[in-house]
């Protein structure tokens, strides 16, 4: 009765913790790809586009699929999204364009796994080793970029794809934004928007500064005075409050600064409670 029992939880090993967080949904093989395109119907008027927020034309690039072309898939994905590989894995397909998918509309049939199609073309893609988009005859034109997320990124490499000269500039140390600070590690595991940043710059002429803060480190005046254009890719600062009492204090966290944090650090030193 007079024994206290101190119960503390035990750290996972470091190999649990790498399974834990490892890809959810591993890439189709090269036949499943095959087999998978063939399933499309090739829609004239596909709903499936018409579903799709970066308007890439699906038909076509299951249809270089089914045809072995997976440079042209990869190409028709990634003119209308760059950043189509963290998308194929984190885009929610399923209720977007696979939802419009017209097998949908027959009992007993899925839709086209457009999602991992995708993410099968452009991991194709990233593993070669020329980039599929050429740098434009340079311009002499500067363009300063705020903010390294999506839309800095995807805005920096077509700016450099008309040879433009871009800076990216960030209050983090590394470009990504939400794909590299906000999305759970086990979407886009093995380090893949690190990977994606990697590819997406390679086109050149995209420079990158961390650390720089909007209204504090740089100023909009200053960059209108150098550069001859500035884009403002800031994003969405701040989530959804639930409205409960005390959810402020200190040790507790909104589910994007949760991640950062996981994303941040060594998995086997996050803090933990008991």
């Known amino acids: 009765m007079g024994t206290r ?21 591993p890439g189709l093989s090269h ?11 090739y829609c004239y008027d596909a709903p499936c586009v018409e579903a799709c927020p970066t308007g890439i034309d699906i038909p076509r690039f299951i249809k270089a699929i089914a045809s072995d072309n997976l440079a042209g898939a990869s190409r028709t994905i990634l003119q209308s999204n760059i950043l189509g590989g963290s998308c194929a894995r984190v885009c929610p ?10 097998h949908t509309a027959i009992e007993a049939n899925h839709a086209v796994r457009i999602g991992a199609l995708q993410r099968f073309a452009t991991d194709w893609q990233m593993n070669q080793s020329a980039h599929p988009f050429q740098r434009g005859e340079s311009t002499g034109r500067r363009v300063a970029v705020v903010g390294a997320g999506p839309a800095g990124l995807a805005c920096a490499h077509r700016l450099a794809m008309r040879g433009h000269d871009v800076t990216i500039f960030d209050r983090h140390e590394a470009p990504g934004g939400l794909n590299q600070y ?14 994606e940043i990697d590819f997406l710059m390679s086109i050149g ?13 740089l100023t909009l005046a200053g960059l209108r005075e150098s550069y001859h254009a500035v884009f403002l890719g800031i994003g969405l600062s701040g989530v959804r409050a639930l409205g409960f009492e005390n959810e402020g204090v200190e040790g507790v966290l909104d589910a994007v600064a949760f991640i950062e944090t996981l994303r941040s650090s060594t998995l086997s030193d996050v803090p933990v409670g008991r």
């Open 5 to 25: 029992f101190d119960i503390a939880c035990g750290r996972l090993p470091e190999t649990v913790l790498d399974l834990n967080f490892a890809d959810a949904h």
């Open 31 to 41: 036949e499943q790809a095959a087999l998978e395109a063939d399933r499309c119907f």
């Open 93 to 102: 397909t399923e209720i977007l364009c696979e939802q419009k998918c017209v």
């Open 182 to 195: 906000g999305v759970a590690a086990y979407k886009l595991a093995d380090n893949f928007a690190q990977k």
């Open 205 to 217: 002429g995209i420079r990158f500064q961390g650390g720089a803060v909007l209204g504090q480190t």
